[in-house]
């Protein structure tokens, strides 16, 4: 210990070996072991049938002491730690050899010597140490994720890519994290990985799970359904306006339940920059876990099996990913058909005289925001966004018609014109070919497609098919009184509720007859 410190004092001077003091200790005694093992031992054997055990076992007892002082005054992983640890570890490699040689011909192999040498326990110290570093990074990119988090304002315009910039940043100081990893001198980085790619994978899911809270559902956007009522042959003159005035103040109040952040950081440009920073964060984690697997086989701890293993890495942020896209995608797409244009589908589609309150309106104001979705939205999710959008304006259209409130009321000669309007729809999202796939609308359109036909039924064929309907599904209880079928939500021409909303919008005494007698329903809400 004299001769190397006064080494390092004069090394200090010349500026040269700048070895830790005890990695340069562990070499010397390595040395020493081997001078006593080659010089001293077959000598001293005459008096000690075990002589060279016996340097061994107090060499390492001497340079224990060092190190276990050394080891309870660290604080975190440096180099200069690593590299003594490494050096303690190869120095008992080395005086446990001699030891074992030593002992070959002694009646006990040599345990009794071995079992003098307490194992340093330099790779248990090196783990633990590692793992102490994990979490202190991992700490530090929870709290840089929630930083970056409040302030953002996912404004698409804040770069070409039009995602957030709060998900480069993060996403930079992952790779930096696992750079750094890979760059610690030890042998147990395949043991310890996962440890780092799971501690990584949470925080990111907590950044995706703040990136698509707040923006709301499905459910969130559409109105709840008026009351049910009957219409008469009347009501479509007498009162409209009234009913359609007062009709319309009842549904925008409704239409802006829980949806009062429609323009501060839940707009339609900031829920398509969510989009855009799922799937850009969905992109860079397999870029991250190809990078991974490419460090891993060419660290010290090279093994195939592992690397090929932590191709499953970030996998639980990745299924996040898509199914936050989901969500908002599906959020935007209601919030557009029944907030931003409640006001002419909802409240206007439809209303008073089916002839003077047709879908062009509508049509108009869907076409724009369409556009400004392509515009803003990742080209990879732009046709799941559109096509959400399709589906919502569908839901929109059939519950205009199934449950629109007592202002709007249909006849039979109304079919053409609802029809026609619906193939406008249709038209507006395959755009000639441009827009979305054929095969698409034709199936997400099904239902409309089925239900429109039951608006060119007359009244007596839809009365009886309801009352064969509701005794299928009822039973016998049915006979006696027929039962008001509850609201399922799931549209069909073969549902009795379906049945019997169109009975109440349809515009004839027959039915409103029929709907007084059986179920009392009233004329208003």
């Known amino acids: 210990m004299e001769k190397v410190k006064s080494g390092k004092r004069s090394s200090n001077k010349n500026q040269q070996n700048q070895l830790p003091f005890l990695s340069i200790l562990a070499q010397d005694v390595s040395t020493l072991a081997f001078s006593e093992k080659a010089i001293f031992s077959p000598i001293l054997k005459r008096w000690h049938p075990l002589s060279a055990g016996v340097a061994v076992a107090t060499l390492h007892s001497c340079y224990g002491n060092e190190l276990k002082q050394f080891v309870s005054s660290i604080g975190e992983l440096t180099p200069d730690i690593l590299q003594v640890l490494r050096a303690a570890e190869k120095l008992e490699k080395d005086l446990v ?147 359609k005035e007062k009709f319309q103040k009842a549904q925008s109040r409704k239409s802006q339940v829980g949806t009062t952040n429609g323009n501060g950081s839940f707009g339609i440009p900031q829920l398509c920059c969510r989009i855009n920073t799922l799937q850009h964060i969905r992109t860079e984690l397999d870029v991250l876990a190809k990078r991974t697997i490419v460090h891993l086989r060419s660290s010290e701890s090279h093994n195939n099996n592992i690397a090929n293993g932590t191709g499953k890495a970030f996998e639980l942020s990745a299924a996040a990913c898509l199914e936050g896209i989901q969500q908002l995608c599906e959020a935007t797409a209601y919030k557009v058909i029944f907030q931003d244009l409640s006001h002419v589908l909802w409240d206007g589609l439809y209303v008073g005289e089916v002839s003077s309150s047709r879908i062009e309106p509508f049509l108009q104001e869907l076409e724009h925001n369409l556009e400004v979705l392509s515009l803003t939205v990742h080209d990879r999710v732009r046709t799941r966004v559109i096509t959400e959008v399709m589906k919502a304006s569908f839901d929109g259209f059939l519950l205009v018609l199934l449950a629109g409130g007592p202002a709007r009321a249909f006849s039979l000669q109304d079919y053409e014109t609802i029809a026609e309007d619906f193939k406008f729809l249709t038209d507006l999202f395959w755009s000639n070919g441009d827009g979305l796939p054929a095969d698409l609308i034709q199936k997400f359109s099904t239902t409309v497609k089925a239900i429109l036909p039951l608006f060119h039924t007359e009244t007596g064929s839809l009365i009886e098919q309801f009352k064969y309907m509701t005794a299928e599904s009822y039973g016998s209880s ?48």
């Open 478 to 525: 049915a006979k006696s009184k027929l039962p008001l079928p509850p609201t399922s939500g799931q549209w069909s021409p073969t549902e009795p509720n379906t049945l019997l909303r169109v009975l109440c919008y349809r515009s004839d005494e027959t039915a409103a007859k029929f709907l007084k007698k059986t179920y009392n329903l009233p004329k208003k809400l």
């Open 97 to 243: 050899q001699i030891a074992v040689e030593n002992s070959v011909d002694s009646e006990d192999g040599g345990k009794s010597i071995i079992r003098e040498m307490p194992p340093y326990e330099a790779e248990s110290v090196v783990s633990n140490l590692v793992k102490s570093w994990i979490k202190t990074r991992l700490d530090r990119l929870k709290e840089w994720v929630d930083r970056n988090l409040q302030q953002e304002v996912w404004d698409p315009r804040a770069n070409k890519e039009r995602f957030a910039p709060s998900s480069v940043e993060v996403l930079r100081i992952v790779d930096e994290a696992l750079e750094a990893f890979f760059l610690l001198p030890i042998s147990i980085h395949a043991t310890l990985l996962p440890d780092l790619t799971n501690g990584i994978d949470r925080c990111l899911q907590h950044y995706i799970s703040k990136a698509k809270s707040g923006c709301g559902t499905r459910s969130t956007f559409v109105p709840s359904m008026p009351a049910l009522t009957r219409c008469s042959s009347r009501s479509k003159v007498s009162g409209v306006f009234k009913k």
